[in-house]
């Protein structure tokens, strides 16, 4: 295993879990679930939107942390509550997240080997929440080409990348479509917590 990747399968019951893809969806009235366009002009697969003071985006312009929704202009929506409970009780010695990015996976979508590095300070970790359909992880190392491996993040799992995986290469080789009844319209919600400036 990775250094630093740190793995909490089951984490949430089943009942939190339905809370928590619930708290975003509604939130997602508000901040609609947005395709991005990378720099280099392709549109991702994965839908976001954002949750708390600030959320990552992209751009042709690029890659950065904002406040405020690209399409409506609005703040993102509050922090869930569960989501600061979850970053205390898994890194209780990090400064609060200031950002929360809610990655929907519909069918087919994935996310292609990348590094969370559009961060103020990598001493903070990012945590993951998995809800929904099961995915295909895959992480590796600092540089990219080097030795991966492979795993499955269920409904209800987190994970963290800290230490030396904080700025390992990750990303999501495919969804098993089916393999969850909790998302509504079936797929994907990742939520990923972090600590952007
Ligand atoms: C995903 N996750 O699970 C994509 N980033 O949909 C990430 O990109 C990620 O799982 C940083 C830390 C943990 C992650
Ligand atoms: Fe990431």
Known sequence: MVEGFIFHPGAL?????EALAAEVFVAAEDAPFWQPVVPGGKAMSVRMTGLGPLSW???????????????????????P???LAL??????????????LANLYREGAKMGLHQDKDEADFSAPVLSVSLGDTAVFRIGGTTRGGPTRSVRLSSGDVCLLTGPARLAFHGIDRVLAGSSTLIPGGGRLNLTLRRAR
Do not use: F, I, N
């Open 13 to 17: 019951s089943r009942p939190e879990q």
């Open 57 to 79: 985006v992209s751009d042709l312009k690029g890659y950065r942390y904002e406040a405020r929704h690209p399409q409506t202009g609005k703040p993102w929506p509050p922090m």
């Open 87 to 100: 970053w205390r009780r898994y890194a209780p010695e990090a400064p609060e997240p200031d950002a929360c």
């Open 81 to 83: 509550p569960m989501l």
